[in-house]
């Protein structure tokens, strides 16, 4: 009776609320009882009792108030739970808010900075509980705020960080678990030891680290300024150093939440048609964002193997422990460093800054002052400019060992490190400073020098014929020490594929056939001859040669060199000897010689090459012709990408007068590149989901055929989906000896890949991670697949054995359909 009472009143308020915005806040003379609730004046958040999860404890907590999952925001009494419906909040006229649970006892409290005559509570739209003066109501002078308070949850206005002056502290703790509120030992802020830095810790162990904020972002996660959700903010200065986001747009609800069980922050979006929280990212998000895995002077990168390598210029300090992947004790200097005699610096290009435990910063100093600084100091490891933005000022230094460095493969940040003078990078101009009209005279008579000794040379080598030229340019060498790309003499390819004879035939790609070839020394190579249609000038195909060789991964196909002579143009690939995916995936017994594990290895390779072309490679590649054929197999069953950049360089629009061409193979291409030509990185996202439905099938998505329905491959696993039965699309022999969770979930994700609106489609970046999680993963929406039907069978396409790949269709053929 006593609870209907209290719904009825609560009910009463609420509809009492409707025409008046009283319902914000209470004074003095009032009180919040179990039942009754706050509602922010524009509707967003409410503030009252509720259980968590399957817990039978009250607690007072602000969440969303217009979206029915109940998502909680703040608590107050996080520790003290009330046992009952007996809860009831005031504020005292002296400005202090008390929460009472059983028998009045007070289970939480807290009082205002000051007293007023007359304080009011009120929740106010960005979430945000505060005591303000009724006086004056308007102000936006708290008394107290839960923003002070943070439980588990970063909503967007928030400041996370310190307050110098007082040394107050604001930073988020987990909730234990979905049943109890009270604060797990994940928590997230600023620490002030040496250069302010946000710090994930589990328990005392520091977690995950920011990197240093470098003016345009913290310098671990280099491309979230782009982001389409967030705006953010790190204010060091000598009042306060906080954290801070803003929503650019204010109709989308965004929170940053950390996560005990899972130990990770997580940032979600709501999204308002599947009325669900869609993750939109997690950290640490990959192996190299865990704090200090590679041990001291290690350096981490996701795209080698193992990820932990040692930086440049040092060596493990034990190898048979580095050699069993036990990082911990890290790596030392090659040489050791003399600091006497003098020493020197290289440069690590593209990381995330170490911890800043050891570190020393000034905002003044520009970096040659900050590198002579640094010499000085013996115990000074590295530097690097504070401030990235215009070129770069401010000053950064290391002491000790440098901890938890991360490399990225573009936009990261560049450190320059301590090695000794022997191994050290050549300064670029003291002695340009001493005189300027020597230096002049001295430089106009060496450049003079280089000419004519570079024509000699010239002359020479032309008469010589050379066997091969190093056509990398003199300053790539110091940073790419392996990328050797060589010009081979078209002799020398003619002879190793005895002449371009059928017999080496390997195939007909893209951009004209593949013969395999054995170079004098005994390298197998293989020889893409492309059509002789492109109008390239020679120093056009040189320098887009040389882009493609520098995209380097280890499930892309190495690009050796280039043979240019006359109009023959060809590239030099290593040879694969176990040929292309399709090979085994279509053929009846070779297929059996991949088994579901090796499978989802080749899926993950896959997927990470593609990555690396789309997001952390230097040149962002669109790949446009991705399919089974182009991926191709080492000696060890390691899939590589081929064909990567063909497109962009040979694909364009300088196929003779016919522009309009659309680059790619049919049953693999998206239909809004198909039919529009528009083309994204998300229409790389739908090639891939094809290769994968064909990879777990073991059947071509072109040419599918099945007795009782009519349609292609995607048509069928989407039917498969919608009547619950996904497992049936995997071919028998995986369903009876593979992970069926993992094949389940690789179904999930490539009907997620070929979804008909391209924004729908994951990033390669999110695919990648999940591929490696288990967390939940959105519903698939209709698939594009209606443009694949029958008229389109009737194509030209050419070649040998179904593996050709490219065809060239005009968008009216599209369009007649
Ligand atoms: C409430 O008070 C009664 C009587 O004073 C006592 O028996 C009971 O244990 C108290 N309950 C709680 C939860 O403190
Ligand atoms: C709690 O406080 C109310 C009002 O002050 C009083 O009427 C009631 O008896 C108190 N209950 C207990 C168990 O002390
Ligand atoms: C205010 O509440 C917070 C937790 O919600 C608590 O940590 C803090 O000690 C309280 N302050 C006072 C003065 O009671
Ligand atoms: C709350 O703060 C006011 C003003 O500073 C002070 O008068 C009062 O004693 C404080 N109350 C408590 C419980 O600390
Ligand atoms: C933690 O994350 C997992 C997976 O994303 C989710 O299922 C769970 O509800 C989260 N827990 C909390 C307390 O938010
Ligand atoms: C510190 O930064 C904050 C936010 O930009 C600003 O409000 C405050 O005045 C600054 N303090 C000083 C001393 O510059
Ligand atoms: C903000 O988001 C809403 C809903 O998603 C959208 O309708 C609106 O156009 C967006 N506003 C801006 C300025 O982008
Ligand atoms: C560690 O591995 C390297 C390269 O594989 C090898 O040369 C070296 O002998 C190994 N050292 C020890 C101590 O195992
Ligand atoms: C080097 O810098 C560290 C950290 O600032 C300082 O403690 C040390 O005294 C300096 N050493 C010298 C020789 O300047």
């Known amino acids: 009776m006593a609870m209907d009472l209290l719904s009825f009143s609560a009910c009463l308020l609420i509809i009492f609320s409707k025409s008046s915005t009283a319902l914000d806040t209470i004074s003095p003379s009032q009180s919040l009882t179990d039942g009754m609730t706050l509602v922010s004046n524009d509707g967003s958040f409410e503030l009252g009792f509720f259980t968590p999860g399957s817990s039978k404890n009250r607690f007072l907590g602000i969440w969303y108030k217009n979206i029915p999952m109940q998502t909680v925001v703040w608590v107050a009494n996080r520790i003290n739970p009330i046992y009952d419906s007996s809860g009831l909040l005031k504020i005292e006229s002296t400005g202090k808010i008390v929460l009472q649970g059983q028998n009045n006892t007070t289970v939480w409290s807290n009082n205002s900075t000051e007293v007023v005559q007359n304080p009011i509570l009120q929740l106010l739209d960005s979430g945000n509980l505060v005591v303000k003066d009724g006086k004056d109501s ?124 899972e130990s990770v922050r997580q940032r979600y979006t709501w999204n308002p048609e599947t009325q669900t929280w869609k993750l939109f990212s997690i950290m640490p998000s990959d192996y190299c964002d865990r704090c200090g895995l590679c041990g001291p002077n290690g350096n981490c990168d996701n795209n080698k193997l193992p990820s932990c390598q040692c930086l440049k210029k040092f060596r493990p300090k034990s190898l048979e422990r580095w050699n069993s992947s036990d990082w911990s004790e890290g790596c030392v200097h090659n040489k050791p460093l003399n600091c006497q005699s003098g020493d020197g610096f290289i440069t690590i290009a593209q990381v995330k800054t170490p911890d800043t435990t050891n570190s020393w910063v000034n905002k003044i100093m520009n970096l040659k002052e900050c590198r002579a600084r640094c010499l000085q100091n013996c115990s000074c490891m590295a530097y690097t400019n504070l401030d990235v933005r215009n070129g770069g000022s401010g000053c950064a230094m290391w002491f000790g060992d440098l901890i938890d460095i991360k490399q990225f493969q573009s936009d990261g940040q560049d450190l320059y490190i301590r090695v000794s003078a022997s191994e050290a990078e050549l300064s670029k101009k003291p002695k340009v400073m001493l005189a300027v009209t020597i230096a002049t005279v001295i430089a106009m008579l060496l450049g003079l020098c280089v000419v004519v000794c570079y024509v000699c040379k010239r002359r020479k080598k032309l008469k010589d014929e050379p066997e091969d030229r190093n056509v990398n340019d003199k300053e790539n060498q110091d940073q790419n020490e392996d990328m050797d790309l060589a010009v081979f003499e078209l002799a020398m390819v003619a002879q190793a594929t005895e002449a371009f004879s059928f017999n080496n035939k390997l195939g007909e790609g893209g951009f004209g056939p593949v013969y395999k070839g054995i170079l004098a020394n005994g390298q197998e190579i293989a020889v893409k001859r492309l059509s002789k249609s492109s109008g390239q000038g020679l120093n056009e195909f040189k320098n887009e040669v040389k882009l493609i060789a520098k995209l380097q991964h280890r499930n892309l196909v190495r690009l050796l060199g280039c043979c240019i002579q006359g109009d023959e143009r060809m590239l030099v690939y290593e040879y694969m000897p176990n040929r292309s995916l399709d090979s085994f995936i279509f053929d009846q017994t070779r297929s059996k010689a991949l088994n579901w594990c090796r499978r989802f290895q080749i899926i993950c390779g896959i997927a990470r090459g593609l990555l690396y072309l789309h997001q952390d490679s230097r040149l962002r590649i669109i790949h446009r012709d991705l399919k089974a054929s182009n991926v191709l197999l080492d000696s060890e069953m390691n899939p590589k990408i081929s064909d990567f950049g063909m497109a962009r360089t040979f694909g364009g629009d300088q196929t003779e007068a016919n522009t309009n061409r659309v680059v790619g193979t049919y049953g693999y291409m998206a239909p809004e590149y198909a039919i529009d030509g528009l083309f994204s990185v998300k229409s790389d996202v739908f090639s891939f989901g094809i290769l994968l439905l064909e990879i777990i099938s073991g059947r071509k998505n072109r040419g599918f055929y099945d007795p009782n329905h009519s349609g292609n491959l995607i048509e069928h696993a989407w039917r498969l989906w919608k009547e619950g039965r996904p497992l049936d699309l995997a071919d028998d022999f995986l369903v009876e000896t593979g992970n069926l969770s993992e094949v389940l979930r690789c179904i999930h994700i490539s009907l997620l890949c070929v979804q008909q609106h391209p924004e729908g489609r994951p990033t390669m970046s999110s695919v990648v991670l999940m591929l490696g999680s288990e967390n939940e993963l959105p519903q698939p929406k209709q698939p594009g697949f209606l443009f694949y039907k029958k008229p389109l069978e009737a194509d030209t396409s050419s070649g040998n054995d179904g593996s050709s790949s490219r065809n060239e269709i005009s968008i009216s053929v599209l369009e007649a359909r």
């Open 138 to 261: 308007n102000s936006e002078n708290y008394l107290w705020q839960s923003f002070d308070y943070p439980t588990d949850t970063m909503l967007p206005g928030m400041k996370i960080g310190f307050d110098l002056r007082t040394g107050f502290h604001r930073r988020l703790a987990a909730w234990k678990n979905s049943d109890d509120p009270s604060p797990g030992d994940l928590t997230y802020g600023v620490e002030l030891e040496g250069t302010p830095e946000m710090v994930l810790r589990k328990g005392s162990v520091k977690y995950y680290r920011s990197g240093l904020w470098n003016g345009d972002g913290f310098s671990g996660t280099p491309n979230l300024r782009s982001n389409p959700i967030f705006d953010y903010d790190f204010v060091w200065n000598e009042t306060e150093v906080y954290y801070i986001y803003f929503l650019k747009n204010k109709s989308v609800m965004s929170r940053f939440v950390l996560n005990q069980t």
